[in-house]
């Protein structure tokens, strides 16, 4: 895993990090879409306050300049921090009588 620093283009400082593909104990990744089954990137802000995923992404990523990455953040989706129980949790479907509370 690469960790990759960078400052875009209004002066927002990002890490970028990749994530090889992750497969559950005993299972597959039928649940993740298909551009993440092969791993994906991170993006991270400074302050922490954003985060964004972006799968299929090029190989060589680690070493483009600032530019190219900042292209790439701009086309990651926004993340959401779950634990183990969370991610379980997003893939079941919610009824009215669910009383899980957030």
Do not use: H
């Not at 964004?52 to 921090?81: N, Q, S």
């Not at 991610?87 to 009824?95: K, T, W």
């Amino acid at each position: 895993m690469a960790l990759v620093s960078f400052t875009d283009s209004s002066g927002r400082g990002w890490r970028a990090w990749n994530v090889d593909r992750v497969w559950p104990q005993g299972g597959s990744a039928d649940f993740l879409e298909a551009s993440f089954r092969d791993g994906w990137l991170v993006f991270e802000s400074d302050d922490g306050q954003e985060r964004r995923r972006l799968g299929g992404y090029p190989r060589d990523w680690a070493i483009l300049p600032p530019v190219d990455l900042e292209r790439l953040c701009a086309k990651a989706t926004p993340a959401t921090r779950l634990g183990a129980l969370g991610r379980a949790e997003a893939r079941l479907p919610r009824s009215d009588t669910d009383t899980r509370r957030s």
